[in-house]
């Protein structure tokens, strides 16, 4: 199998006033070749610092630590010249709120010339990239003509998701791109990008959201995060059937089942807060909201184990050697 993205002991933190944010801290990930990589957690769990950090790492935001290889392509160690070179082109993301971030007084078409302009690429061969992908997306091509503002959220993703593939990027990252949308919107957007991966414009996409039910529509593989770690990564099936650490276990239990008549058996959801990355708890990061803790999480942090192919971070799953 080919990877198209490493993270090892990766870690991104923020400088604050009060000291560090670690946002992301020590994370160890592989999206492969033809997947669509789920990656979810809480909100402030770390999710968008995770993915934005690998196109754009700007202040306050700092890289800690680890690699980041995109193919042979170390992203943490790219100067901003070598890093606008492989944006759109390797490397693309669909930002969170990017709906709302579109400049609504700018013609769609005053984009595609900044982007000619940008890729030192004539704007003919632009256009004419973006006519085929607005084809795909489902949109008329006279949308080169109308301002964000005239277009429904619906048709804006659609843009978005055009623009961010039109060199036909190795990667896609798309951060909550459904959230904003109403549900069968929601699913055609879903099956929209799943199309873009099955007809190998783009080889492979992380896909991130909170949202247990979109996920499971379009992920392959599940990556679980919780305060700036990756605590399980299992293909969807299993994790929904069978999630082995106690944070998945609780985020899948949280999810209303149809069927089941919620009065009489209550929502099991997860109790407590996650903690402030200014000052994460020592050991496991999520011992304080777990019925297993043990003294040994409070003090040690659980490494990382492969079961079946399966990856936990938990100490329920770590075998203890015998004493000789
Ligand atoms: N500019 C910043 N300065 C300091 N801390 C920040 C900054 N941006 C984010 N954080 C903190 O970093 C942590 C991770 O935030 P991030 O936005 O990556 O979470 P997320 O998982 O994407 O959440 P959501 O689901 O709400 O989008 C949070 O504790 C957040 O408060
Ligand atoms: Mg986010």
């Known amino acids: 199998m080919t990877t198209i993205l490493k993270l090892e002991n990766y870690k991104v933190y923020y400088e604050t006033p009060n000291g560090y944010v670690r946002a992301v801290d020590g994370v160890n990930l592989e999206v492969e070749k033809g997947e669509i990589l789920g990656l979810i957690g809480e909100s402030g769990c770390g999710k968008s610092t995770l993915v934005m950090s690998l196109v754009l790492p700007k202040p306050p935001m700092k890289i800690m630590g680890g690699r980041a290889l995109l193919g042979k392509i170390d992203l943490t160690k790219l100067s901003w010249d070598e890093r606008r070179k492989i944006l759109l082109t390797k490397l693309s993301i669909i ?17 595609l010339s900044d982007l000619a302009k940008d890729k030192n690429i004539p704007e003919d061969q632009v256009i004419e990239k973006f006519i085929e992908r607005i084809k795909l997306v489902g949109l008329p091509t006279n949308v080169i003509d109308m301002y964000p503002l005239e277009l429904s959220g619906g048709m804006r993703q659609r843009v978005i998701i055009a623009l961010s593939t039109i060199f036909s990027p190795d990667l896609l990252i798309a951060d909550e791109p459904t959230s904003a949308l109403d549900v069968s919107t929601q699913r055609q957007v879903l099956e929209l990008l799943r199309n873009l991966r099955d007809t190998g414009i783009v080889k492979s996409i992380i896909f991130v959201t909170h949202d247990i039910a979109s ?19 299992s293909s969807v099936e299993e994790i929904i059937k069978n999630p082995l650490h106690p944070y998945t276990q609780g985020l899948i239990r949280a999810v209303p089942v149809l069927g089941i008549n919620y009065k009489k058996k209550r929502l099991s959801g997860l109790p407590g807060q996650p903690p402030n990355l200014l000052n994460p708890p020592s050991g496991c990061r999520f011992y304080p909201r777990c019925k297993y803790a043990t003294p040994k999480c409070i003090k040690e942090e659980p490494p990382s184990v492969n079961i079946n192919s399966r990856i936990v971070s938990c100490w329920l799953y770590v075998k203890e050697v015998p004493k000789k």
């Open 215 to 233: 996920v499971r529509q379009i992920a392959d593989r599940i990556a679980v995060m919780y305060a700036g770690k990756i605590v399980e990564i």
């Open 95 to 111: 930002p969170q709120y990017a709906l709302d971030a579109l400049p609504v007084i700018k013609k769609i078409g005053a984009f």
